[in-house]
């Protein structure tokens, strides 16, 4: 009888686990199931001009996942303020722990690919802000190699900018 640690060691379970490969060792049909790093964020404004992504601060690291399950998750960190030197952020002044607050962006939620138009949506079922929980984005999907860019659909307010993210597979 083989014990759970030994089928994991022989990496039996684990492209299965992490959904890499269906049960008959096919790729998924989504082309976005994975993990993917960030590699550049920006703002495009209306007048095309591009800008620090969202008006953060550099640099920026973050991480997009999306599940075979139908279920993803971002998380984008950009500069961040000093830290107190005993790391305990309710030293931090109420605007201190603010800012540090706005130096990470995060939320999660279930997402579908349209391949036919090159669209994702995800649909934000929590957020660190949380007034974007319940909000429905949608994205275009440039998928070239390893690196697939996600451009904002809709304008990000009234200036008529978007985002344009790009990602690459892990």
Known sequence: MLKRRNVLTAGLALPLAAGAV??????????????????????????????????????????????ASGMMSVQI????????????????TADEQLA?????????????FDPARSVVTH???????????????????KLVGDVVTLTTLEPNDASGSHNVLSWRRL
């Open 22 to 67: 269906s049960a008959k060792g096919q790729m998924p049909q989504d082309p976005l199931v994975g993990s993917w790093s960030l590699i550049e964020a920006m703002t495009v404004q209306k007048d095309g001009e591009t800008g620090p992504w969202d008006g953060h601060t550099r640099p920026y690291t973050g991480l997009i996942v999306y599940g």
């Open 77 to 92: 960190a950009t500069a961040r303020a000093p830290m107190p030197s005993d790391g305990n952020l309710r030293k931090l």
């Open 100 to 112: 540090y607050l706005h130096s990470y962006y995060a939320y999660y939620g279930k997402y579908e």
């Open 123 to 141: 649909f934000v079922q929590s957020s660190l802000d949380p007034t974007e929980t319940g909000i429905v984005y949608r994205r275009a999907v």
